[in-house]
């Protein structure tokens, strides 16, 4: 793999017109162990690549008239290159003028826009492709791929201002998810607090630093107990680091998560494909996005023949003699759930490692969550396991598909401990497909999510934040023998509202690209 001919070419990625800053991660109480060089270059190089433009200093501590307005901000659709109708095969171009709330343009770039095409009345949705001028401005390209009507629709998910305070909580606070262990000796028992990134504020740690692959972890020593009797790990809560007028960054129906008004038509009308004209973007490998909807079902553009697993029938046939490893975090918790409830066989809830167990047609799904940082609510210490370790123990063969999600619970860490995690398990994946080559795995890819401070804090789980984290999984694993689950643009094209644990619909086309990775169509 040559990370330094590494592309933006995913749509979790924005591209740049000029080359943005890429500060990393610097404080004294989150540090990393030197890697050999080879790492250390792809490390700096994948740092780079979730380079993000700076936002000016503003006027103010935050002058919120200055910050981007999505009342104030518009889009545009492009007459067609050469004038006419729209048709199948033609590309949709969008302008994008963000403007600040007294009604001026905007300077700098950096906003995280999120633009869809889409016709409710058929089902359709298709995620667009944002290049940021750097000057106030975007352009979003879209393929037209169906007749009918399509409504081009953007979101405003943060400001640059927004993403400004983001980056500087992951470089000053990477502390701010709350975790907890248990220490107990007979009838004492004592909690302390734990973190990759513990301060050091002159009590003793106990260090949980990984033996083997290196991954750290620490917590505070209790007062009259060993660091060997630790029992459980938890999260119990999440830090308030925002100040207030942080928090006006944030507003939703303001500010946040707003979507933003047409300058002219919203939507135009699609002809039928020109007979001298070849669709955009099909199977043809360049960039643009990997699938659509069309009736509600997941078409792909990327040469996958997406097929329909509607029932227990064609789903066990597919899977029958196979064993599915699931490691990860509960956005493919969700796919192990979708199998427990469509086979009929005998389930173990063993936390975090159950299984199911489909006895008639010999399929086993399990699994198992990844190691830390990991905010279950609670979790017994023998039960963690790190995902290359796991990895290392499978025979692996032409029956074993092995299934990756993991990145939700890396947002609020320096970015540098993500990549050395997915360093770590790439490794154990090139081992696995040296010993058994007909090993199949497959990657689920981040997701776009909707925040509410009542649930799930936007300092901890942004979509700027997955954004980071879903470019650096993309690239670690780019030219392996892997398959992937396109899970951001699925969630992205589809008319329900983005969700970290995406509703029914959209898992279940999410299971028939799985499928069809693991029963292909033969040509």
Request: glycine fraction near 6%.
């Amino acid at each position: 793999m040559d990370l330094l001919e590494f592309e933006q070419k995913e749509n979790s990625a924005i591209t740049f017109k000029k080359e943005p800053i890429y500060p990393t991660m610097k404080n004294d109480f989150c540090a990393f162990k030197p890697l050999p060089p080879a790492e250390a270059l792809e490390e700096q190089i994948l740092i780079k690549s979730t380079a993000w433009p700076e936002t000016p200093r503003l006027s103010s501590l935050i002058a919120l008239e200055e910050t981007s307005d999505p009342a104030h901000s518009t889009f545009t659709i492009l007459p067609r290159k050469g004038g006419g109708e729209w048709h199948v095969g033609d590309q949709l171009e969008v302008l994008i003028e963000m403007r600040d709330s007294r009604g001026h343009a905007k300077k700098y770039g950096g906003d995280l826009l999120v633009p869809r095409l889409h016709s409710r009345s058929l089902g359709a949705g298709v995620a667009g492709q944002v290049v940021d001028h750097l000057n106030g401005s975007y352009s979003v390209a879209f393929p037209l791929l169906w007749e009918g009507d399509a409504e081009v629709e953007v979101l405003l998910d943060h400001s640059s201002e927004a993403i400004s305070v983001q980056r500087k909580l992951n470089r000053e606070q990477p502390d701010r998810v709350i975790f907890k262990s248990k220490f107990q000796s007979g009838s004492v028992s004592e909690t302390t607090t734990c973190n990759i990134c513990l301060r050091q504020d002159g009590r003793p740690q106990c260090n949980y630093t990984d033996l083997r692959s290196g991954e750290p972890w620490f917590c505070y020593k209790p007062k009259n107990l060993s660091c060997d009797t630790r029992m459980t790990h938890m999260r119990t809560g999440y830090k308030q680091v925002l100040s207030d007028e942080e928090k006006k960054l944030f507003q939703s129906n303001v500010n946040f998560e707003v979507f933003m008004k047409a300058l002219g038509q919203a939507n135009v009308t699609v002809l039928p494909q020109r007979q001298e004209q070849t669709r955009t973007n099909e199977n043809t490998g360049k960039l643009g996005p990997s699938g659509y909807y069309y009736q509600g079902v997941w078409r792909s553009l990327d040469g996958t023949r997406v097929q329909q697993f509607d029932n227990y029938s064609a789903t066990s046939q597919c899977l029958k003699g196979k064993t599915l490893h699931v490691f990860g975090d509960s956005t493919v918790r969700q796919w192990f759930e979708y199998f427990e409830a469509l086979l009929p066989g005998y389930t173990k809830i063993d936390i975090p490692k159950p299984f199911v167990w489909d006895k008639a047609n010999e399929i086993l799904v399990m699994f198992r969550y990844h190691g830390n940082p990991f905010r279950n609510a609670l979790l017994r210490v023998h039960q963690q396991r790190y995902v290359a370790h796991e990895l290392d123990r499978l025979d692996g063969g032409p029956n074993t598909v092995v299934v990756l999600g993991i990145w939700a619970h890396f947002t609020t860490f320096p970015i540098e401990l993500y990549i050395r995690r997915l360093q770590n398990i790439r490794k154990a994946v090139v081992r696995l497909l040296d010993r058994a080559p007909s090993t199949l795995v497959v990657i689920r890819t981040g997701t776009l999510q909707s925040i509410t401070f009542s649930h799930l804090p936007v300092t901890c789980n942004g979509n700027w934040l997955s954004v980071q984290v879903d470019k650096v999984l993309r690239a670690i694993f780019k030219g392996l023998n892997v398959r992937w689950v396109e899970a951001w643009e699925m969630v992205q094209a589809h008319d329900l509202p983005n969700d970290l644990h995406p509703k029914r619909p959209i898992i279940k086309n999410m299971i028939n690209v799985l499928l069809s990775h693991i029963c292909p169509v033969r040509a």
